[in-house]
């Protein structure tokens, strides 16, 4: 079977995603700004290697999407 979209990738090409995600957020550290698009990346890359059983990059991914909030 065939799947498309953003929810079939994560789920039969959970890697690519992932990869996705990061160029994502890279493209944003680059351009030196933390964005709307890089949060929700982040967030995504938590909850996929999260349900991946990759608890130590989970936790990397979420202090990063820790640093996108401000700071009082």
Do not use: C, W
């Not at 995600?21 to 890089?38: H, L, R």
């Not at 996929?48 to 996108?68: C, I, M, V």
């Amino acid at each position: 079977m065939i799947r498309f979209g953003y929810d079939a990738a994560q789920r039969d090409t959970p890697d690519v995603a992932l990869a996705s995600f990061e160029k994502i957020v890279s493209n944003e550290a680059a351009a030196g700004e933390q964005g709307e698009f890089g949060f929700k990346a982040l967030k995504q890359m938590v909850k996929l290697t999260f349900k991946l059983g990759r608890y130590d990059e989970a936790l990397k991914h979420y202090r990063t999407l820790l640093s996108y909030t401000k700071k009082g």
